[in-house]
């Protein structure tokens, strides 16, 4: 059964960097047909999709939120079967449950596997 | 992008049906029957429960439904049980590579 598990700093300060990594356990993270997506839902609000990456052999091929692509970097380690998230020049707009998953992409586009999500707060 | 439109919320009684609207336009679900739905509750990991507009994943209830009719994508669950409380969002495939969330909408079982 594939896990995954969010880790990270709960609380971060006003204009510096969110970096949060996902650990995939119960499968590889450079398995072919599958992306690795973060999502984030702020207090109140809805789900809004961050971005994704997928393993390429390389670094990764990253596809990121119009919205979110200036400040967005994700990136993978395939040594440690992590796949992580950095959010540059962060807000309190940026407070939010943060979710990694699965993404199952090929003739389909579904996210399959989540993590519990940890929620991160952006506060001085 | 917009968020696609569902309902704030919806509620009804236990064996009953209710029907969940995700409303977009012809660049996400007009275009591309890949409309998928999650169950969130609290503190869990959320649940894929719909793919490709209406495909059930192993282990998912035949009580939950999915269809599309133009730039709209519905959820039903019928027979309504109190465990199907929680908050459900629609999500589409967009273009480019790209993903869009509805607003969710929470279900209440009265």
């Known amino acids: 059964q594939l896990q995954l598990q969010e880790s990270g700093p709960g609380l971060v300060k006003p204009s510096e960097t969110l970096s949060l990594t996902c650990t995939v356990s119960?499968?590889?993270?450079?398995?072919?047909?599958?992306?690795w997506d973060w999502i984030r839902q702020p207090p109140g609000k809805g789900l809004e999709w961050i971005g994704t990456i997928y393993y390429t052999g390389s670094t990764g091929s990253t596809y990121y939120s119009p919205s979110l692509e200036s400040r967005v970097t994700i990136f993978i380690d395939t040594s440690k079967n992590q796949f992580s998230l950095k959010l540059n020049s962060v807000t309190a707009a940026d407070t939010a449950i943060y979710y990694c998953?699965?993404?199952?992409?090929?003739?389909?586009?579904?996210?399959?596997?989540w993590g519990q999500g940890t929620l991160v707060t952006v506060s001085s | 992008q917009s968020a696609l439109t569902q309902p704030a919320s919806v509620s009804e009684s236990p064996g009953q049906s209710i029907t969940i609207s995700c409303t977009g336009t012809s660049s996400d679900i007009g275009t591309y029957n890949l409309v998928s739905w999650y169950q969130l509750h609290p503190g869990k990991a959320p649940k894929l429960i719909i793919y490709d507009v209406s495909e059930r994943p192993s282990g998912i209830s035949n009580r939950f439904s999915g269809s599309k009719s133009g730039n709209t994508a519905s959820l039903t669950i019928s027979g309504l049980q109190a465990e199907d409380e929680a908050a459900y969002y629609c999500c589409s495939y967009a273009g480019s590579s790209t993903v869009i969330f509805g607003g969710g909408t929470k279900v209440t079982v009265l």
């Open positions: 119960g499968g590889s993270i450079s398995s072919s047909n599958y992306y």
């Open positions: 998953a699965r993404l199952v992409q090929d003739t389909d586009w579904y996210l399959d596997y």
